[in-house]
């Protein structure tokens, strides 16, 4: 599983437009950059009470990018 598809499986079970999650991984030299959009109502649902379900999110995207012997950063486009 690319972490691409990771995030988008996460946030399309976290929102209540499934439809409107989108996913861009940009790869640099030694960094993937992934784009997390969402409809706009749903973007509280992807950040979360004070950013914990975000900050949960950049965790799993972590450990799974440190599995596959990568970098990874998450960042939620409004």
């Known amino acids: 599983m690319e ?7 996460i946030a ?3 929102v ?3 439809d409107h999650v989108e996913v861009q991984e940009n790869k640099l030299e030694h960094t993937s950059i992934i784009l997390l959009r969402v409809a706009r109502e749903d973007l509280g649902k992807v950040i979360g009470r004070e950013g914990k379900t975000a900050r ?3 965790t799993i995207l972590s450990a799974a990018s440190t ?4 970098r990874a ?3 939620i486009a409004e």
Request: charged share 50%.
């Open 3 to 9: 972490l691409k598809d990771l995030i988008e499986y």
């Open 12 to 14: 399309r079970a976290l």
């Open 16 to 18: 209540d437009d499934p």
């Open 56 to 58: 949960a999110m950049r």
């Open 67 to 70: 599995k596959l012997r990568k």
């Open 73 to 75: 950063q998450l960042e």
